[in-house]
T-cell receptor, first 114, second 111 residues
Framework: AQSVTQLDSQVPVFEEAPVELRCNYSSSVSVYLFWYVQYPNQGLQLLLKYLSGSTLVKGINGFEAEFNKSQTSFHLRKPSVHISDTAEYFCAVILSYNTDKLIFGTGTRLQVFP | DAGVTQSPTHLIKTRGQQVTLRCSPISGHKSVSWYQQVLGQGPQFIFQYYEKEERGRGNFPDRFSARQFPNYSSELNVNALLLGDSALYLC??????????FGQGTRLTVV
């Protein structure tokens, strides 16, 4: 069965420090990969996606992620975080042969302190 | 352009009641999906509809049903509500590519 694992439930970090949010997936078929952000009491907003091509993907708000097929990982990074980045971050996959549904991880709470 | 709109934003229901949640997709999008997000967890897939036909269903009981209308809007119905149905219900629409755009969600509280 396919699954997505977000290894850290919470990540505290000081403002202007770098951050990495980890995501690993398990699938016997090729997948498309996504990172979404959820601010309090809001829906999900797409940060970035990997469909094919370059394994380093740049998204909105200065975030980027790197697809590593051998390690089945898609970690999210930002070189310098802001207070406004405080939110819940979700990694998700779509199976390449079944684009009907997103499979989400359990989320990582990023808390940025001044 | 308007994004995905969901109504109502919040509602409170009693155990055993029925509820209908509504979703209007982005103009031009023919696919609508529904997700349930329980507090502290990631969203779980419930249904996907494309061109008014069910394309996929998650691991949810038959108390959950949905439909899509000719204008591509959608309704999610939940019968015989349980306390465990309390969650944020998210609707997403997508066009020709694989990117899903989410609405703000409907917060359902069952008491």
């Amino acid at each position: 069965a396919q699954s997505v694992t977000q290894l850290d439930s919470q990540v505290p970090v000081f403002e202007e420090a770098p951050v990495e949010l980890r995501c690993n997936y398990s699938s016997s078929v090729s997948v498309y990969l996504f990172w979404y952000v959820q601010y309090p009491n809001q829906g999900l907003q797409l940060l970035l996606k990997y469909l094919s091509g370059s394994t380093l993907v740049k998204g909105i708000n200065g975030f980027e992620a790197e697809f590593n097929k051998s390690q089945t990982s898609f970690h999210l990074r930002k070189p310098s975080v802001h207070i406004s980045d405080t939110a819940e971050y979700f990694c998700a996959v779509i199976l390449s042969y079944n684009t009907d549904k997103l499979i989400f991880g359990t989320g990582t709470r990023l808390q940025v302190f001044p | 352009d308007a994004g995905v709109t969901q109504s109502p934003t919040h509602l409170i229901k009693t155990r055993g009641q029925q509820v209908t949640l509504r979703c209007s997709p982005i103009s031009g999008h023919k696919s609508v999906s529904w997700y349930q997000q329980v507090l502290g967890q990631g969203p779980q897939f419930i249904f996907q509809y494309y061109e008014k036909e069910e394309r996929g269903r998650g691991n949810f009981p038959d108390r959950f049903s949905a439909r899509q209308f000719p204008n591509y809007s959608s309704e999610l119905n939940v019968n015989a509500l349980l306390l465990g149905d309390s969650a944020l219900y998210l609707c997403a629409s997508s066009g020709l590519n694989t990117e899903a755009f989410f609405g703000q969600g409907t917060r359902l509280t069952v008491v």
